[in-house]
């Protein structure tokens, strides 16, 4: 099957930084990009679907200022976490699906576990 | 969205066939079933999907009853790899998002 990746798969940093995660498709174009958050034993939350070249669609509840979302090429999506708090200490999981295809073509990447200090 | 009820855990003898069931009373006409599995700290796998017809593949069998409203995913020959959480969803072919309930926690026991 297709291959997404994520970068980095875990990260530790100080409260009020911002983090940068990467989401990358590596054999297949992704028009469409998601990325969740999963907190312990809990299910995957959506929070925002982004298409390329477009700006991103936030769930409900999601601060769009705060998760900046960033999908400017076909293989790359970037999720932003700004000024991050302890309480943005999660799971995020990025997945992607190629134009036309359906739903079973939506590939998940490893996830990036970030814990804010 | 149609919504799904899974029971939250479930335990299976490795070499047995594991049954998952779900619920789906709600789905509409032209909304598939999937079914994706997350083993611990990893992010979700596509197993199976269907319509209205019974599935296999190399993972899995898709039993989809014939009102629709229920299914059961089959792994026919367990292992301890299998162990995972379970998540069935419902929703268009070209749906937007995927959006998962609290799935079946399945654990394989030796």
């Known amino acids: 099957g297709a291959v997404v990746s994520q970068h980095p798969s875990r990260v530790i940093c100080k409260s009020g930084t911002s983090v940068k995660i990467e989401c990358r498709s590596l054999?297949?174009?992704?028009?469409?990009m998601f990325w969740y958050r999963q907190f312990p034993k809990k299910s995957l939350m959506l929070m925002a679907t982004?298409?390329?070249?477009?700006?991103?669609?936030?769930e409900q509840g999601v601060e769009k200022d705060k998760f900046l979302i960033n999908h400017a090429s076909l293989t790359l999506s970037t999720l932003t976490v700004t000024s991050a708090h302890p309480e943005d200490s999660s799971f995020y999981i990025c997945?992607?699906?190629?134009?036309?295809?359906?739903?079973?073509?939506?590939?998940f990447g490893p996830g990036t576990r970030l814990l804010v200090l | 969205d149609a919504k799904t009820t899974q029971p939250p855990s479930m335990d299976c003898a490795e070499g047995r066939a594991a049954n998952l069931p779900c619920n789906h009373s709600?789905?509409?006409?032209?909304?598939?079933v999937y079914w994706y599995r997350q083993i611990h700290s990893q992010g979700p796998q596509y197993i199976i999907h269907?319509?209205?017809n019974n599935e296999t593949n190399e993972m899995a069998s898709l039993i989809i009853t014939e009102d629709r409203k229920s299914s059961t995913l089959i792994l026919p020959h367990a292992t301890l790899r299998d162990t995972a959480v379970y998540y069935c969803?419902?929703?268009?072919?070209?749906?937007?998002?995927?959006?998962f309930g609290q799935g079946t926690r399945l654990t394989i026991n030796p």
């Open positions: 997945s992607a699906r190629e134009a036309g295809k359906g739903v079973e073509t939506q590939y």
């Open positions: 054999d297949f174009q992704a028009t469409t």
């Open positions: 982004s298409n390329e070249g477009s700006k991103a669609t936030y």
């Open positions: 709600t789905i509409s006409g032209n909304e598939y």
């Open positions: 269907g319509l209205k």
């Open positions: 969803i419902v929703g268009g072919w070209g749906a937007q998002k995927l959006v």
